[in-house]
Nanobody
């Protein structure tokens, strides 16, 4: 059983920065790609970033140029650096790998 634990969410003003973390209980990120999803209040979960096992990344247009995904192989952790945050970035952020999902971390962008 693989556990994914997100952290790093919080309240930030528009234009601010946050770094989300997703720690895995195994080295699953070294083998498989992982995804970050965003769920805005009342909305569906939407894929916003993919970090492949070789480190290549993909981003949704809504976050491209503002969010950066990285991976730390030794710590079994992936990160999502979020800059220039906007109110529409508010929501719960989930990491997922294969069939495993984290519990989510809340981000609120508000002045």
């Amino acid at each position: 059983q693989v556990q994914l634990v997100e952290s790093g969410g919080g309240l930030v003003q528009p234009g601010g920065t946050l770094r989300l973390s997703c720690a895995a209980s195994t080295g699953i990120f070294n083998i498989h790609s992982m995804d970050w999803y965003h769920q805005a209040p009342g909305g569906p979960r939407e894929l916003i970033a993919t970090i492949r096992n070789n480190g290549d990344t993909w981003y949704a247009d809504s976050v491209k140029g503002r969010f950066t995904g990285t991976k730390n192989y030794y710590e079994n952790t992936v990160y999502l650096q979020m800059t220039d945050l906007k109110p529409e970035d508010t929501g719960v952020y989930y990491c997922t790998c294969q069939e495993y999902w984290g519990q989510g971390t809340q981000v609120i962008v508000s002045s």
